[in-house]
């Protein structure tokens, strides 16, 4: 059943849904909610689909929600859930851990002590997409730690600060990766982001590159915005003797507000599935990784640029033949929340 987009405010004990005992798939997105009363869970429990999606009212969910005992996807993200707390034996978090057949989970997590309390729950092998607000991130490898969340498809960051040392990335690939018979390369021990489609990045102000997306091997979509010291997308000192080629699957690059990138990869790449290049706002940016057999279908390929950027522009060999007539000029504005 679907009631998104209907400005639904509140779901009372009074109200009433058709064949209640039946009801798999419900679709509450984009409403005004602000108050569900436990007995909607207790009527509705042969729900295996809800979606509460972006309904910023919501702020806590009652306890009842455990008696959703078939539920396997659960969207939250765009809600203002904040009693999340593993401390508290009534806290979401604990409620969530008995739905023991959930196997897809959206969030958005705010607190530095739930994020770590997340990464301690059995939920953390179930979420599919991940949105961290205002939060530090850094101590541990980020590859080591997000990495291994393996349902995992969409992470998005907004004002995070994500700080690694070069140390614990050299301790981030030397488990990751083992020596191979090629001088210089190494062999990839685990897979990390396996399942990693979908990547935002906003004003997060340390942040100096991703290196750590070489190990995203399904990565279709990625766009960085608002990030003044990153140099480099991906970081050819970190990623060196790393004998893989990023991006095979991307489809959509987007980078704006990047005062200081100067590269996003440094030799061409293949980007055999690319179909859309928008850059705006990077002053420093000379250079596309594209030669002349880069990108399968051309055709299909949209590239758009700030005006004025095919003057400043170094290309590759035969890149400016293959791609020049299908760059155009991007309309520019402010860019808005992941």
Request: glycine share 6%; net charge negative; hydrophobic share 40%.
């Amino acid at each position: 059943m679907s009631l998104m987009n209907n400005e639904i405010k509140s779901i009372t004990e009074h109200s009433q849904f058709p064949n209640p005992d039946r009801l798999v798939t419900l679709f509450l997105q984009n409403n005004k909610l602000v108050d569900i009363v436990g007995k909607f869970f207790l009527v509705l429990s042969t729900l295996v689909v809800l979606d509460l999606s972006h309904n910023p009212g919501i702020i806590e969910l009652p306890d009842d929600i455990s008696k959703l005992v078939s539920l396997r996807y659960l969207n939250l993200f765009g809600t203002r859930i904040k009693n999340l707390q593993a401390s508290l034996d009534l806290s979401l978090l604990k409620h969530l851990e008995r739905l023991e057949d959930l196997e897809l989970l959206t969030i958005s997590v705010r607190k530095e002590d739930v994020l770590e309390a997340f990464f301690g729950s059995k939920l953390s092998g179930k979420t599919q997409g991940l949105y961290l607000e205002g939060l530090n991130v850094s101590g541990q490898s980020f590859a080591a730690t997000y990495g291994v969340l393996a349902s995992l498809s969409k992470l998005g960051m907004t004002e995070c600060n994500i700080i690694e040392s070069e140390r614990e990335w050299d301790d981030s690939r030397r488990n990751q990766y083992s020596p191979s018979a090629s001088p210089n390369q190494m062999s990839p021990r685990i897979t990390l982001f396996k399942n990693l489609s979908v990547v935002e990045l906003l004003s997060c102000e340390h942040l100096m590159d991703v290196t750590w997306l070489i190990y995203a091997e399904n990565l279709e979509s990625l766009s960085i915005k608002l990030s003044p010291k990153m140099e480099e997308v991906i970081s050819g000192q970190k990623a060196a003797g790393v004998g893989v080629e990023p991006f095979l699957k991307l489809q959509v690059l987007d980078l704006g507000y990047l005062n200081a990138l100067e590269s996003i990869y440094w030799s061409p790449l293949s980007f055999p599935r690319l179909q859309k290049v928008r850059i705006t706002n990077c002053q420093e940016l000379r250079k596309l990784p594209l030669n002349s057999t880069s990108v399968d279908k051309i055709d299909d390929l949209i590239i758009e640029m700030d005006q004025g950027w095919l003057d400043r522009i170094e290309w590759e060999s035969g890149a400016e033949d293959r791609f020049r007539h299908l760059i155009r000029t991007a309309s520019v504005s402010q860019p808005g929340p992941v």
